[in-house]
């Protein structure tokens, strides 16, 4: 198993440019996420998919848009690029427990804007 | 709601010396916790988490967590450090009364280990 793996792994972006973030998974779980991480902050989280089909806001939604295309993939959109977007984003996956589930994260794309 | 308090931004210990990460939670419901560590330019990985059995909790790389309802913390321990040690370490928290599983990280607590 693969796990999680997110595409690309670096990327330069200048401003007002758009991109799609992908995220697949294969470990067969209902639930993923999306987050950013910068210094200082941990990581917070941008939208999350509960299950195929469905999509909701995290902490810090604006500038971005997602999509749930399938139960393995679920991809992350920035529309028009701000060096604020400037970050390390992480997807992650998990099947929902009953107390709690645990997420598995893939390796990280980092993203400047100019 | 849920957040996360990591006491301490920055710990520095020598190699074969005992390692004490600093968490304190707050929850309305009871929680799920857990301890991420990321080493450099890598992802999150699960050290531990807690989900309301043992409240001493045993993770890899020899560390543990203990639970401690009456003071809202779940601090991280290592009896003896080592080089492979330096790397940032996260507390996490989720509500487990909830429909969603959306977790709540501490800002994180860079390790570094001295030889």
């Known amino acids: 198993n693969a796990g999680v793996t997110q595409t690309p792994k670096f990327q330069v972006l200048k401003t007002g440019q758009s991109m799609t973030l992908q995220c697949a998974q294969d470990?067969?779980?209902?639930?993923m996420y999306w987050y950013r991480q910068d210094p200082g902050m941990g990581l917070r989280l941008i939208y999350y998919s509960a299950s195929e089909g469905t999509t909701d806001k995290g902490e810090v939604p604006n500038g971005y848009n997602v999509s749930r295309l399938n139960k393995r993939e679920f991809s992350l959109r920035l529309e028009s690029a701000a060096p604020s977007q400037t970050s390390v984003y992480f997807c992650?996956?998990?099947?929902?427990?009953?107390?709690?589930?645990?997420?598995?994260f893939g390796p990280g794309t980092r993203l400047t804007v100019l | 709601a849920q957040s996360v308090t990591q006491l301490d931004s920055h710990v520095s210990v020598s190699e074969g010396t005992p390692v004490l990460l600093r968490c304190n939670y707050s929850s309305s419901y009871s929680p799920s916790l857990f301890w991420y560590v990321q080493h450099p330019n890598k992802g999150l990985q699960l050290l531990l988490k807690y989900t309301s059995a043992a409240t001493l909790v045993k993770g890899i790389n020899g560390f543990e967590a203990e639970f401690k309802k009456s003071e809202t913390s779940f601090h991280l321990t290592k009896p003896s450090a080592h080089m492979s040690d330096a790397a940032e370490y996260f507390c996490?928290?989720?509500?487990?009364?909830?429909?969603?599983?959306?977790?709540?990280f501490g800002a994180g607590t860079t390790v570094t280990v001295r030889a």
């Open positions: 996490v928290v989720t509500e487990t009364s909830s429909n969603d599983y959306k977790l709540s």
């Open positions: 470990m067969n779980h209902n639930s």
């Open positions: 992650a996956s998990s099947v929902p427990g009953l107390r709690g589930g645990t997420q598995y």
